[in-house]
């Protein structure tokens, strides 16, 4: 299980005992008191208390990304071209991307194309509500560009199932990271993240506790193995006359995602033979059009794609 280093364990044993006898023990503390305050507290010399001050920054400053390294971050495609197109070639690595939506619009679609498109590379498909879906595995599958039926396509896409929040947060902080060791997979997709925190509890505080460390955790995860986290969220009624659906999970949850995707069902439909050029398909008649909206990225404006949902998966129109 990986573990963040602490303060006594990065400092000289000499100095960290002076500031715990100081009482700063924190590294807020650290960061935001000046050289002069330090020094009155502690009676260090200006160079322990700089030596101090770098290590902190070295170790527990987040680092700084600039446009151009993003530009030039490889992606992790999401099994659909258009969808590629408007996120600039897919999932970004290093963060966790929302797909939220109401029951039943494609987000479950969405997931499951996007970690058998990463085959080779490999996929993490962690199922919180209903078990893995063989039967449509098997289907989208065959609607690989370069389906070869001889081809196991499952060896390298591992999953686990898990229904209540301390069975996740024990999955991601030590069965995960030793699957990411062996394996080096690409993505991880969670379907979805907001059921093992919607059952019935009275202690909101604990459970606003684990969600955060749940979100902590994956994306200590995602940068450290440099993958990218795919994130499945129910939805939640809203009281604004403006807004249909929230995602659920609150702001704070909000606030440890850099990508969020809106998949909305709409009444429009279409015959899906007018949109292929084989006769592969074999879904028949008309199906209702759905829309992916990206609500908000980094490095990416908002936009949309209109699609459907086949037997071999999500074709954008």
């Not at 995960?176 to 969670?190: D, Q």
């Not at 200590?220 to 604004?240: E, R």
């Amino acid at each position: 299980m990986y573990t963040m280093p602490t303060l006594k364990d990065l400092l000289p044993s000499k100095l960290h005992d002076v500031l715990e006898r100081a009482n700063i023990c924190t590294i807020k503390e650290i960061s935001i008191l000046s050289i002069n305050e330090m020094r009155k507290f502690t009676n260090l010399c200006n160079e322990d208390i700089l030596l101090i001050k770098n290590i902190v920054c070295h170790h527990f400053c987040p680092k700084i990304i600039t446009s151009d390294l993003l530009e030039t971050d490889v992606r992790i495609t999401t099994g659909c071209d258009a969808l590629n197109d408007i996120l600039k070639g897919g999932y970004r690595r290093g963060t966790i991307t929302e797909v939220y939506g109401e029951s039943g619009c494609g987000k479950t679609q969405l997931a499951m194309q996007s970690a058998l498109n990463n085959w080779q590379k490999g996929s993490v498909l962690i199922c919180t509500e209903d078990l893995f879906p063989v039967k449509r595995f098997e289907q989208l599958k065959k609607g690989l560009l370069t389906y070869n039926p001889d081809i196991d396509y499952g060896e390298n896409i591992f999953v686990e199932h898990v229904t209540e929040a301390q069975d996740l947060l024990s999955c991601i902080r030590v069965r995960l990271p030793k699957l990411l060791t062996k394996h080096k997979p690409a993505l991880i997709v969670i379907d979805s993240i907001a059921a093992p925190f919607r059952v019935e509890i009275t202690n909101y505080i604990q459970r606003a506790e684990e969600l955060r460390e749940v979100a902590v955790t994956l994306l200590k995860i995602a940068k450290i193995f440099d993958l990218a986290i795919l994130c499945i969220n129910q939805v939640s009624a809203s009281f604004n006359e403006n807004v249909e659906l929230l995602p659920s999970l609150g702001l704070a949850w909000s606030n440890m995602i850099s990508t969020r995707i809106w998949i909305k069902k709409t009444t429009s439909c279409i015959d899906v033979r007018t949109i292929t050029c084989d006769n592969t398909v074999k879904s028949k008649g008309e199906v209702y059009i759905r829309e992916a909206h990206v609500m908000f990225a980094p490095d990416v404006p908002n936009s949309l794609i209109k699609f459907v949902i086949t037997e071999l998966g999500i074709i954008a129109i």
